[in-house]
């Protein structure tokens, strides 16, 4: 089993450095809420009472922190610190950031080990994915639940921003950082695994991903549909129907996300379906192309009928104790050489297919009219899935070798369902089981209790400088909420393998999808129950750019040269600056 680091010296630390920083900052602040007629003259300072000076002097350097005296904060659950200055809420944004970044550094390792006991299907479906989005979720709902309508209203702009730049940041800096780092060079428009001599080619090295990670960009560009929808009645200028759109979108939100834990449950029981039937394919293309090869004529006459006299030779010729019958040591020789290898298939297997094809009577042998009908069966799927026309001519067998690259290139797109690395059992399931939950509700803890407080703290250093909150959410909390998945991802991508990439890209994809299901739920649930306006159309805007962007390039392509990553770059700057311009020089907002 993969040793999974200790996380409980880290979250004893994390605890330690907490109590110490908010005991100092408690000490340090400064709540006067008295007016100046309360305070008695000391005949030194006069009749003003205590000014911020002789509170500096007394108060030592932590004043350098504290509020202007006729201003107050409010404490979150009534002893966090809290702090009206900048710099006193740059620190607690750090603090609590941190904290955000252990809870999600927690969950991820719960989840892990999780995993490992329980494998995939329902956990790593529908749970994992859940609790992975969790940091975000926390944050978006206490931007919009606490304090009243008008406080709500101020507030959900840091989470519209953690949403947006969660997505933002995930599809364009961290995607285009794993591309870099995970890149080999490219041959026949594949990057060859480990193999990396062309440095930082545009066009010579790059990422290659199997299928499965293009239908998890698709995914992910239709996720954004609620976004569409919640944005229809601004789009034609209405404000009857705004409320209602909310309603709407969150219901398609809500199904949707059902539907793709459904889709993330069921999908390992697909691709196991799939690849199976592709080893199939590649079992009879590699038959009738060895058929080809050993045909002493062709197997079809020109009026597009199997060749009976051909395909008697061929008989004949497997058959060689001459009783009529192909039996199991004799069908042998007609898989041997069609290189099996290239799907993990053991020659017995691929016999086991050509059976269940060809023998219609059951008895574990082949007699010459069920090889005759099963090679005729074999020929026309193969013409059937290359489009050719039912009508055969002299040339109609050349689609027997297109057909054989076509199955290979569609098991290279699906990867292969066994790892690339040793996975061994569990030691200790009960132990290992324990140390995920307690992993697990730490993490959960940690999130919903500090998401409040790292919120306020966001909100006070935008009121002290002037920054819209938007841009503050935007950058700085993805940073918290997502740097343990994005590190994961890296660190993964630079094994440079192509199994290594899909996983990597798909774990990026999974998460911006769950972030426009679950997160944007909970965010229209916010906004429809305490009925807010929604009045995001360039974060929305943004959000539909970067996601149909990166999804069609996702879905369209299996290969990613270097310049690719130059479009998700570009992406991060060209939505900072989309989202200014929309709200303050059009006035979107």
């Not at 008295?34 to 911020?52: A, F, I």
């Not at 659950?77 to 620190?91: E, I, Q």
């Not at 009219?369 to 193969?382: H, N, P, R, S, T």
Request: hydrophobic share 45%.
């Amino acid at each position: 089993m993969k040793k999974s680091p200790n996380m409980f010296p880290k979250s004893f630390f994390t605890l330690l450095i907490l109590f110490i920083l908010s005991t100092a900052v408690y000490g340090g602040r400064v709540i006067v809420d008295q007016s100046s007629s309360d305070l008695v003259s000391d005949g030194v300072h006069g009749g003003g009472g205590r000014n911020s000076s002789s509170i500096g002097r007394e108060r030592g350097v932590i004043s350098l922190f504290a509020a202007p005296v006729e201003e107050a904060c409010e404490q979150s659950y009534g002893f966090l610190p809290c702090t009206k200055t900048a710099l006193g809420n740059v620190f607690l944004i750090i603090v609590y950031g941190y904290l955000m970044f252990s809870a999600a550094t927690y969950l991820s390792s719960g989840s892990e080990l999780l995993l490992e006991i329980l494998g995939p299907g329902l956990i790593g479906g529908l749970f994992l994915p859940i609790l992975g989005a969790l940091p975000d979720a926390m944050l978006i709902l206490v931007s919009g639940i606490t304090g009243s309508a008008a406080e709500a209203q101020s507030q959900v702009s840091v989470g519209i921003g953690l949403l947006a730049g969660s997505t933002v940041m995930l599809l364009t800096v961290i995607w285009g950082t794993c591309c870099i780092v995970g890149k080999c060079d490219i041959e026949n428009s594949t990057a060859v695994d480990l193999k990396d001599t062309k440095g930082l080619s545009l066009t010579g090295s790059g990422v290659t991903t199997d299928i499965w990670t293009s239908y998890a960009a698709m995914i992910m560009a239709i996720s954004v549909l609620p976004f569409i929808v919640v944005q229809l009645p601004q789009l034609f200028h209405s404000n009857s129907g705004r409320h209602l759109a909310v309603l709407i979108a969150l219901i398609i939100s809500l199904s949707l996300l059902l539907s793709y834990c459904l889709y993330q449950v069921f999908q390992p029981w697909i691709q196991t379906r799939k690849l199976a039937y592709v080893k199939h394919k590649h079992v009879i293309s590699g038959i009738l192309k060895h058929l080809k090869k050993h045909a002493l004529g062709r197997l079809f006459t020109d009026h597009g009928t199997p060749n009976i006299e051909v395909l008697e030779k061929l008989f004949n010729a497997i058959d060689e104790n001459g009783d009529g019958h192909l039996s199991h040591s004799e069908l042998r020789a007609l898989v041997v050489g069609i290189r099996l290898e290239e799907i993990n298939l053991e020659e017995d297997d691929a016999i086991a297919k050509v059976l269940k094809d060809f023998d219609t009577s059951c008895d574990d042998q082949l007699d010459l009219q069920e090889f005759i009908d099963g090679v005729e069966k074999w020929l026309y799927e193969a013409r059937s899935s290359n489009g050719s026309s039912a009508q055969a001519g002299p040339n109609t067998i050349n689609y027997i070798d297109d057909f054989h690259e076509e199955t290979r290139r569609e098991h290279s797109l699906l990867g292969e369902d066994q790892s690339d690395e040793l996975v061994e059992g569990v030691e200790n399931p009960r132990k290992v089981a324990i140390k995920a939950a307690l992993l697990l509700l730490l993490g959960t803890i940690i999130a919903a209790v500090f998401a409040d407080p790292l919120v306020d703290a966001v909100n006070n250093f935008s009121s002290a400088t002037s920054i819209p909150s938007f841009f503050i959410s935007f950058i700085a909390l993805p940073l918290a909420t997502n740097s343990s998945e994005a590190v994961s991802a890296i660190i993964f991508a630079t094994r440079k393998k192509k199994r290594s990439a899909s996983l990597t890209f798909s774990e990026l994809y999974g998460a911006v999808t769950m972030n426009n299901l679950l997160c944007l739920s909970v965010f229209l649930a916010i906004v429809y129950s305490r009925g807010l306006v929604w009045n995001f159309s360039s974060e929305v805007l943004v959000i539909l750019i970067v996601c149909i962007v990166m999804g069609i390039l996702g879905s369209i392509r299996t290969t990613f040269p270097l310049w690719t990553c130059l479009i998700a770059f570009a992406l991060y700057p060209f939505s900072l600056v989309l989202v200014y311009v929309l709200d303050y020089v059009f006035g979107w907002s």
